[in-house]
């Protein structure tokens, strides 16, 4: 849709750039932004064309930069968790026009319950990489990142740079379940097993982890079930029980 408080658009190319005057906004994929009103924003500052890599191999971690493409996220070297790369991207039931310009930093930090690339970071230990306005950077785990539904740690100014995963969560079993209202619905429930923990999101306001070992006492314990008009929270309460279990026996405990 037309913005039409929208006056002045610029494309970053180097951190400085990055520096936003009062009413600009960071564009990265413009999925959301270009999605509904935006009446507090004046300016846009395009991401897209700082350069940044879709991914590196980096000693012992995998980056995905914060422009990736949902698209070419699938295509990034994920070794033995190519499976999950897939499923979390196609989780994201969006056409195949807004796949191929949606971005992993714009996916992470709208933070949205069903938040696809939220289910694959956090379920590989994956951190984020966030540029601070003096300069610097901070680093935190992706399940901590986000905070809420729609809500994260990025304080004013903060930029995501990139999501790192540590290529030793790669090898681990992984296993994946999604369930929706509607056969094309948004997901409800995204319940990912990797190792011996089983990661709960879109289920749930932020993402949740539970120990495979004590499942069903980290079920109990949760209380960040999420309700909107793609699912009431006691019924995503029961179905990640169930879809978790199934993690459990696939994963072989
Ligand atoms: C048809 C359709 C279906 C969708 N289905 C789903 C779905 O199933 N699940 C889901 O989670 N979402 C869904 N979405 C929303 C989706 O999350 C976003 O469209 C997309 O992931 C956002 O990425 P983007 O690159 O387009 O971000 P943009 O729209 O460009 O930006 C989103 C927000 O993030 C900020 N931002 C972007 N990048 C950065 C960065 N690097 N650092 C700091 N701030 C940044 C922007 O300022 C803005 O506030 C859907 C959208 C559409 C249009």
């Known amino acids: 849709m037309d913005l039409p408080t929208v006056s002045g658009h610029r494309t970053a190319h180097r951190r400085a750039d990055l520096a936003l005057a009062p009413g600009e906004t960071l564009l990265a994929g413009g999925t959301w932004l270009f999605s509904e009103p935006q009446p507090e924003v004046g300016g846009l500052v395009d991401l897209t064309t700082l350069g940044w890599p879709d991914w590196e191999e980096l000693p012992g971690v995998l980056r995905l930069g914060a422009t990736c493409t949902v698209a070419r996220v699938v295509a990034a070297p994920w070794g033995a968790a190519s499976g999950l790369a897939r499923a979390c991207a196609d989780s994201l039931l969006m056409s195949f026009k807004v796949q191929h310009v949606a971005t992993v930093g714009g996916n992470l930090c709208l933070a949205l319950p069903a ?11 994956a951190s984020a990489l966030i540029w601070t306005p003096d300069g610097g950077e901070r680093r935190q785990s992706v399940v901590d990142f986000v905070t809420g539904a729609g809500t994260t740690t990025l304080a004013p100014g903060e930029v995501l740079r990139a999501v790192d995963v540590p290529t030793a ?53 949760v209380d960040c079930w999420y309700d909107d008009l793609h699912g009431p929270a006691d019924w995503r309460a029961h179905v990640t029980g169930v879809l978790a279990r199934e993690v459990r026996e696939e994963l072989g405990s």
């Open 115 to 125: 938040g696809a690339m939220v289910s694959l970071a956090a379920a590989l230990d």
């Open 169 to 221: 969560a790669l090898s681990r079993p992984t296993a994946f379940r999604r369930i929706a209202l509607t056969p094309r619905g948004r997901a409800a429930a995204v319940v990912v097993g990797s190792g011996r923990r089983v990661f709960v999101t879109a289920a749930t306001t932020r993402p949740v982890v539970l120990d495979l070992d004590d499942l069903e006492a980290g079920l109990a314990a």
